[in-house]
């Protein structure tokens, strides 16, 4: 049996779940999400707990059975907690402004780039450091696939580390053509 799929779901205060057949719905203060279960996972609710079980005994069913008892679990989080990424903009002249669900990077193109985030996500940016963009939401994939999209416009490049990057991400840099300069070649 599989050991994370086993593992009973604890349904945080505050948290209502409806169950209708295969779907199961969460609703908590940061927002609604639903998931639709394979016909071979079922769902039982005891007072505060969330049951995950399977019906057979194959390896798709054994996999199913742990993933699904893992994004519902990151439902239940998210519902009451909620997800954040942090993405920090690192180059002379990035910056990014929030505006409404629109939010527009200047990374030293030609032109900024505008990108529309979709429902359920915040962005904002940090107070204190005004190069961090903070990336909320209740779903842990819709804030992760916002995140990597934006960090796609302008990943961190090797030489001077320019770019937008996760903070705390270790980017490595590579030293150039400095070392190919000292010697050019040239007998005398």
């Known amino acids: 049996m599989s050991r994370i799929g086993k593992k009973p779901i604890i349904i945080p205060a505050g948290v209502e779940t409806t169950i209708q057949g295969q779907k199961i719905t969460l609703k908590g203060p940061k927002g609604t999400l639903s998931y639709d279960c394979p016909l071979t996972i079922g769902v039982d609710k005891t007072e505060n707990k969330i049951i995950i079980k399977r019906s057979g005994k194959e390896r798709q069913d054994r996999c199913l059975h742990g993933l699904a008892r893992a994004l519902i679990n990151n439902m239940a989080t998210g519902v009451s907690r909620g997800f954040e990424k942090r993405l920090e903009i690192i180059g002379v002249g990035f910056r990014a402004q929030v505006s409404g669900q629109k939010v527009t990077l200047n990374l030293g193109f030609s032109h ?12 904002e940016m940090d107070k204190e450091n005004k190069n961090v963009m903070i990336i909320q939401g209740a779903d842990s994939q819709a804030v992760g ?3 990597a999209n934006i960090r796609g416009f302008r990943p961190p490049e090797p030489y001077k580390g320019k770019g937008i990057r ?10 150039g053509k400095a070392a190919a300069g000292a010697t050019s070649g040239v007998k005398e």
């Open 112 to 123: 900024p780039i505008e990108y529309l985030l979709p429902q359920g996500i915040k962005v």
């Open 166 to 175: 996760y903070v705390g991400e270790y980017v490595p840099h590579k030293a």
């Open 145 to 147: 696939e916002v995140a």
